[in-house]
Antibody
């Protein structure tokens, strides 16, 4: 059973870049599409992006090009950066797995990231 | 695609039947609709995918029905651990989107 764990700074200043890493255990990095999903009180659950090991990726247009994902198979990790953050980016960020034409199957426990000066 | 869930809050007693609705603004291909349960302080947990297929380990008191634009999650007899927030999510169109949630609370 794959397991996911988010890590990274929990406080980010406005206009700076948010960076999170998800560490994967229990399965190959080639099995799933790797996702980030966030949850804020104001906007509910919002899918952010996914990345597959062969480089295929997709991003939510609502982020207006501020998001980028990367994958380090040797470390069993994938990452998210979100640039030019504002208070609206304050949320719990979850990493999650996805198989083609399927739902988000396994989720990390989540990381609350607060954007504040 | 916008998913609209109703009701916002459902107040029921243990042992009662819960019926949750999710309506999509466009028809979903292949009934690509999932349901998740979220308990306080926890990540969402996948219950149902493909509108009707229970995920591994999900009790058979959870039922998913529907097609096209109208979908329903039924919990046949509420157990104490079922009082939580439930979200629907579509994966027919990109970007994948979630409903705003239905809270099932103890009456």
């Amino acid at each position: 059973q794959v397991r996911l764990q988010e890590s990274g700074p929990r406080l980010v200043k406005p206009s700076e870049t948010l960076s999170l890493t998800c560490t994967v255990s229990g399965d190959s990095m080639k099995t799933y599409y790797w996702n980030w999903i966030r949850q804020s009180p104001g906007k509910g659950l919002e899918w952010v992006a996914y990345l597959y090991h062969n480089g295929i990726s997709d991003y939510n247009p609502s982020l207006r090009g501020r998001a980028a994902m990367s994958l380090d198979s040797s470390k069993g990790q994938f990452s998210l950066t979100l640039s030019s953050v504002t208070a609206a980016d304050t949320a719990v960020y979850y990493c999650a797995t996805l198989l083609p034409a399927s739902a988000f199957d396994v989720w990390g426990q989540g990381a609350l990231v607060t954007v504040s000066s | 695609i916008v998913l609209t869930q109703s009701p916002g809050i459902l107040s029921l007693s243990p042992g009662e039947r819960a019926t949750l609705s999710c309506r999509a603004s466009q028809s979903l291909n292949n009934n690509y609709l999932a349901w998740y349960q979220q308990r306080p302080g926890q990540a969402p947990r996948l219950l149902i995918s493909g509108a009707t297929n229970r995920a591994t380990g999900i009790p058979d008191r959870f039922w998913g029905t529907g097609s096209g634009t109208d979908f329903t999650l039924i919990i046949s007899r509420l157990e104490p651990e079922d009082f939580a927030v439930y979200y629907c999510q579509q994966y027919s169109h990109t970007p994948r989107t979630f409903g705003q949630g239905t809270k099932v609370e103890i009456k």
